[in-house]
T-cell receptor, first 112, second 115 residues
Framework: QKEVEQNSGPLSVPEGAIASLNCTYSDRVSQSFFWYRQYSGKSPELIMS????GDKEDGRFTAQLNKASQYVSLLIRDSQPSDSATYLCAVNPWQAGTALIFGKGTTLSVSS | DTGVSQDPRHKITKRGQNVTFRCDPI?????LYWYRQTLGQGPEFLTY????????KSRLLSDRFSAERPKGSFSTLEIQRTEQGDSAMYLC?????????????FGQGTRLTVV
């Protein structure tokens, strides 16, 4: 059973702080990893993808991947109230293969 | 708008009725996915197509559910004899298959309420 695990939260951070969201996955052969942001009542929006070990930065977002530990994280710097949402971790079990497996998501609340 | 489009956005139906949803993917995308999401859960995979071929179907998917993508463009998801447990957001996503990975983009979703 391929699984993606996330802490459901809520994770509460003050405005301007760094939010750290974590995800672990069970399938060792997974090759592609994604973070989606989902506002209440809306559909998921892709914000980051990462395929290689290490860090990938895009604006205020940094994705980190450690395949040996089967761990992927998302850092949000200078958190804003508009970042308050549920963040979904998604894993592709096979390279360019089957469909994404999603975690249950972590709810982030940024207070002003 | 060149994103993934789903229709209808909302559907209320009586238990036992059949419903059909439509998804129009991003035009150059060859992969199309259907997911279902309930409150507090992540999207749950239902099925996916590459072009017109249905390549994978969740083992959890009841035989009341069927999906088609007849010409490799738009797709339909039909639920027969709906049950209250079918109430959920039905999400469609599309991607362009490549060796580098498969970034999938979601439509707005169809919210189904079975009464």
């Amino acid at each position: 059973q391929k699984e993606v695990e996330q802490n459901s939260g809520p994770l509460s951070v003050p405005e301007g702080a760094i939010a750290s969201l974590n995800c672990t996955y069970s399938d060792r052969v997974s090759q592609s990893f994604f973070w989606y942001r989902q506002y209440s009542g809306k559909s998921p929006e892709l914000i980051m993808s990462i395929y290689s070990n290490g860090d990938k930065e895009d604006g205020r977002f940094t994705a980190q991947l450690n395949k040996a530990s089967q761990y992927v994280s998302l850092l949000i710097r200078d958190s804003q109230p508009s970042d308050s949402a549920t963040y979904l971790c998604a894993v592709n079990p096979w390279q360019a293969g089957t469909a994404l497996i999603f975690g249950k998501g972590t709810t982030l609340s940024v207070s002003s | 708008d060149t994103g993934v489009s789903q229709d209808p956005r909302h559907k209320i139906t009586k238990r036992g009725q059949n419903v059909t949803f439509r998804c129009d993917p991003i035009s150059e995308h060859n992969r199309l996915y259907w997911y279902r999401q309930t409150l507090g859960q992540g999207p749950e995979f239902l099925t996916y197509f590459q072009n017109e071929a249905q390549l994978e179907k969740s083992r959890l998917l009841s035989d009341r559910f069927s999906a088609e993508r007849p010409k490799g463009s738009f797709s339909t998801l039909e639920i027969q004899r709906t049950e209250q447990g079918d109430s959920a957001m039905y999400l469609c996503a599309s991607s362009l298959a490549s060796q580098g990975g498969t970034e999938a983009f979601f439509g707005q979703g169809t919210r189904l309420t079975v009464v």
